[in-house]
């Protein structure tokens, strides 16, 4: 089989843990990309994607918040997208607020978190996005209050929500969580919540339709639960090693080395031979 595209989740799959694309990914990466279609598909904002999309040199777009839209960088516009209603967005936070849940907010060109009750990986994340010159550097805002953010918002991609894992799965049993929201794991105590319908698997098979590829052509590589969708959508879908279970039972194969080894850079260099 000759694969035509190849699918990255970032975190945990293409970066290590100290959030750096190792050398012989990289490497292996950019050998394959004039040849095959690399493609980002992430849970991450674009804003956030953006530093490793460029340090990558790839042109094509990303699919970004678990498929909720594709961003094309080369434009900055958003190509395609299914982003929250408002009026659902504010029913959302009235529940997240009533529960009391730590949230991120997703908008149209930022990551906004609480001032008043900042999360601990958002606060990291603002101290890395630091690190990039303007023309790349992430967006990530401290906010007095979630409902001013959204109403001066055109996009509300999605939201984050991090804390005990029982009180967040307990909020996405919900009757109104559940009937409008895919809620899907991102990290151990995280839930992403966004638009009914939209997950990695679904945006990607939509846009390799456009591109006249089949799943069959598909290699998929990610390492948790948001990205099932898309491994079992490819043609061969690959979990990391570092993967739970779940991730590795929905796998074709696994790769030999976790994100802080070799990681992605064996299935590249085996299945993409110059």
């Known amino acids: ?5 190849l699918a990255l989740d970032l975190d945990g799959t ?9 050398p012989q990914v990289k490497q292996e990466i950019q050998r394959v990309k004039d040849d095959v279609v690399v493609l ?11 530093p490793y999309h460029h340090e990558l040199g790839l042109d094509t777009p990303i699919i970004s918040c678990n498929g909720t839209y594709i961003y094309d960088f080369s434009s900055d516009t958003v190509v395609k997208e299914n982003a929250l209603p408002k009026e659902k967005a ?9 529960h009391q849940l730590n949230m991120v907010m997703y908008v149209t060109d ?53 804390g005990d894992i029982e009180q967040i799965e307990s909020f996405t049993r919900l ?8 809620g899907e794991k991102s990290w151990s105590n995280r839930i992403d919540f966004a638009n009914k319908g939209n997950t990695k698997g679904a945006r990607l ?20 639960h948001n990205d099932i969708s898309m491994i079992e959508l490819a043609g061969l879908g690959v979990a990391m090693a570092n993967a739970d279970d779940a991730v590795k039972r929905a796998a ?7 994100n802080d080894g070799k990681g992605i850079a064996d299935i590249i260099s085996t299945y993409f031979r110059a």
Not at 90 to 96: E, N, R, Y
Not at 205 to 224: F, R, W
């Open 90 to 98: 504010k029913q959302f936070l009235q529940l997240a607020h009533q």
């Open 1 to 5: 089989m000759k694969y035509k595209l």
């Open 175 to 182: 009757p109104f969580i559940q009937d409008e929201f895919s």
């Open 252 to 258: 074709d194969i696994s790769t030999p080395e976790g």
């Open 205 to 224: 098979a939509e846009y390799i339709q456009t591109l006249g590829i089949t799943p069959s052509e598909v290699i998929a590589i990610g390492d948790n």
């Open 14 to 22: 293409t970066l290590t843990s100290n959030h750096e694309i190792l």
């Open 110 to 162: 930022a990551m906004t978190f609480s001032s008043q009750k900042p999360i601990e990986y958002m606060k990291a994340l603002e101290a890395w996005a630091e690190d990039f010159p303007a023309a790349i550097k992430p967006e990530i805002r401290r906010i007095a209050s979630f409902e001013q953010e959204l109403a001066l918002n055109d996009y509300i991609w999605k939201f984050v929500v991090e």
């Open 40 to 50: 980002l598909v992430t849970g991450r904002h674009h804003t956030a994607a953006r």
